[in-house]
Each structure stands twice: as structure tokens, then as C-alpha cells.
């Protein structure tokens, strides 16, 4: 059983920006791909951001060059910093940790962190 923590959201101004911090409980971190995804008023969650075991991102075109996403296994926790914000980057997000062994899978959600962008 793995339990995910974020935070780090909050109010700030377009342009500016946030770090968020994802920490998990529970064994085995290193094994799950981490993930940061985010949900808007009125629409589908989307991912925003993972990294694999490997420490190999991939990161949604629409923030490409704007976020990054990196984890440090020692303190079980993931991050993502986001900058130039933009009003449209306002959402719940919720951090993500998957493991896959072989038919079995491993999937564990954070409560969310509320980021909004707005002058």
C-alpha cells in the first residue's frame, strides 16, 4: 500500500511559479512510475508530467519547456516545478504512482492540490 501526499499549490499570478512536492508512503518507491496529472473545472483529468524508474520524463506538449517533473528515491518523493504560468494551467493536481507486474497493477492517487492562475 503506497499513500501519496502533495503539496505546494497554490494562488499565483500569470507568468509566475509554484513547485509542487508529491511524498509517498510505504515501501518500493524506486519501482513505481511516477506521475502528475491535473483536472480542470468541467473536464477530463489529463497527465501532465511522468517519470519512469529510470528517471525518464515525459512531459505533456502543452507545458513542454514551461514544467518539469523529477524525483528523488531517497526522500520518496516526486516533483514538479512549473513555470510561466498561465491562467489555463488552473486545476486539481493529483500525483500518480504506478507499478505494473506482470497482469497485476499497482495504482495509487494523491488527494490533489488545488493550483490556480490568475492576476
Known amino acids: 500500500q503506497v499513500q501519496l501526499v502533495e503539496s505546494g499549490g497554490g494562488l499565483v499570478q500569470p507568468g509566475g511559479s509554484l513547485r509542487l512536492s508529491c511524498t509517498a508512503s510505504?515501501?518500493?518507491?524506486?519501482?513505481?512510475?511516477m506521475g502528475w496529472y491535473r483536472q480542470a473545472p468541467g473536464k477530463e483529468r489529463e497527465m501532465v508530467a511522468r517519470?519512469?524508474?529510470?528517471?525518464?520524463?515525459l512531459i505533456m506538449n502543452s507545458v513542454k519547456g514551461r514544467f518539469t517533473i523529477s524525483r528523488d528515491n531517497a526522500k520518496n518523493t516526486v516533483f514538479l516545478q512549473m513555470n510561466s504560468l498561465k491562467s489555463e494551467d488552473t486545476a486539481v493536481y493529483y500525483c500518480?504512482?504506478?507499478?505494473?507486474?506482470?497482469?497485476?497493477?499497482?495504482?495509487?492517487w494523491g488527494q490533489g492540490t488545488q493550483v490556480t492562475v490568475s492576476s
Open positions: 500518480n504512482a504506478l507499478r505494473i507486474v506482470g497482469q497485476m497493477s499497482y495504482d495509487y
Open positions: 517519470i519512469s524508474t529510470t528517471n525518464t520524463p
Open positions: 510505504g515501501s518500493g518507491f524506486g519501482l513505481y512510475v
